[in-house]
Structure formats: C-alpha cells, structure tokens
C-alpha cells in the first residue's frame, strides 16, 4: 500500500499529535510506503525526534508546532504545508486527550478541555485542509476515534465518550459532503492501545485484566495495529471506502 501519486511523487500527510505514542507510529508506517510526513505538535522536542527517527530509516519527514484547538495555529501549520511541499493528500486528526474523570467528578472546565482537542481540533483541521485538498484534485481524511465513539464504555469516563461520539459523526458528514470532491473521511475506532500510558495504568492488575478480557482475541491492541489501518484508508487501495467507522478491537464492539 505505497503512498505515491500517480506520477510517482509522494503523497503528503500531516499527522497530528504525531509526537509520541500511536501518532508516531503512524508516521512512521506512512513514511515507510513512501509518504512525505508533517508531524504537527505542541512538543517541540518530541515533534523533532519523530522526524529525526523517520529521517534516519530514509524517511522523508518535517516538524510543524500545532495547537489543534487554536485556528490560527492551524492557519500557520497549513501555510507551512504549503510552502514546504505545496500541497496536502491526507490529513490524519489523531490528538486527543482523556481527562479520567466520571461525570460526577468532571469540573465543566475539563470538559471544554477534552472538547477543545478532541472534537474542536479536527473541526478546524477538516476546515481549512479541504480547500487545499480540493485544489490538489481530492484527498484522505482519517479521524481517531475510539470504541467509546461506537459504544458506551464501561471503563470509560462519559466526557471521553462524548467527545468520539461527535467524532464519529463529524466523519460521516464530512464523507457524505465533499466525496464530490473526491476527499474520503472515515474514522478509526481502535480498543485500549498498548503504550506507555497504558503500562502506567495496568499497574493495576484488575485494571489489566478488565481490559484484556473484554477483548474476544484476548491481548491489546498494538500501535501497529492502528497505524495498518490508518495506512489503508490513506492509500490508494481504499479509494471506495468513505464514510466508514472501522473498528479495531479485537471484536470488542461485536461481542
């Protein structure tokens, strides 16, 4: 599933939060099929290890600091796209953040919060990728959601629910809208990734064990697994999918 344009040039993608954790991965897997990747980022160290490291596999990749709540930082980011490369093929909104609070216990403060990145970021980020992807002849457009944006989750905090529920929905009307300009949205819905945040709260052992057994392939889902199919719905071979919310959980949305 190489990401190359017809004439052989390499696709352009900007991955957001793509710093550390799954959103490296990503970059990484775009980079190895061949794409040029934008790591966009508050972290400015982080940012720049990402690229260092997909750089150093031969990997053709740059830093863009990004505050996804922040229109105008956006603006910046995309203008840098622009001058950079010219153009942009795929955009892949995949910050977000989980304030571990129940609905009892969340002060609305933190609920803006989660608001603000998790669903306001990908808003503005759909919003001004559009017209350069529509001026570029089309586009891929992928949204990380969550198993929370199919389901309620038990283990999961209803703000965070919230927030890839609108998710989830913002995709579909982005799908049914501008598929006339050939730009495809669809979201991702992976089950609890192993990261490191998530050896941090499998310190828990009966936290560990509610998560895996929910799980009907019986282990967690890997970074890999995302970044696999977030590198097909950015490629080629995926170019009649639009609109979908594709699950990755192990068939933890089907039990």
């Known amino acids: ?149 199919l389901i309620g989750h038990r283990y999961t905090p209803e703000a965070y629910t919230v927030t890839k529920g609108a998710l989830t929905l913002l995709t579909r009307s982005i799908a049914v809208r501008y598929a006339k300009d050939k730009i495809r949205c669809n979201s991702l819905h992976p089950s609890t990734v192993h990261t490191p945040l998530t050896d941090i709260l499998f310190q828990d052992p009966v936290k560990k064990a509610e998560r895996i057994g929910e799980v009907p392939l019986g282990r967690l889902a890997a970074a890999d697994d995302v970044a696999n199919a977030a590198l097909y719905l950015a490629s080629d071979e995926a170019a009649f999918i639009n609109g979908v919310a594709l699950p990755v959980d192990g068939g933890t949305t089907a039990d």
């Not at 352009?12 to 490296?24: H, M, N, R, V």
């Not at 490291?53 to 603006?75: R, Y």
């Open 1 to 149: 599933m190489r990401l190359l344009k017809t004439n052989g040039n390499p696709k352009i993608a900007l991955i957001t939060g793509a710093g550390q954790g799954i959103g490296a991965r990503i970059a990484a897997r775009f980079a190895e099929e061949g794409a040029f990747v934008f790591i966009a980022d508050l972290n400015v160290e982080t940012g720049n290890n990402t690229v260092r490291n997909i750089q150093a596999k031969g990997g053709k990749a740059a830093f863009v600091t990004l505050n996804v709540s922040d229109e105008a930082s956006w603006i910046a980011a995309l203008d840098a796209v622009k001058t950079c490369a010219g153009s942009l093929d795929i955009l892949v909104n995949n910050a977000g953040i989980n304030i571990r609070k129940s609905i009892e216990d969340m002060p609305p403060e933190d609920f803006d919060n989660m608001l603000a990145v998790n669903v306001k970021g990908p808003f503005l980020g759909t919003k001004h990728v559009i017209p350069l992807m529509r001026a570029g002849g089309g586009g891929s457009i992928i949204n990380m959601s969550s198993v929370c944006g």
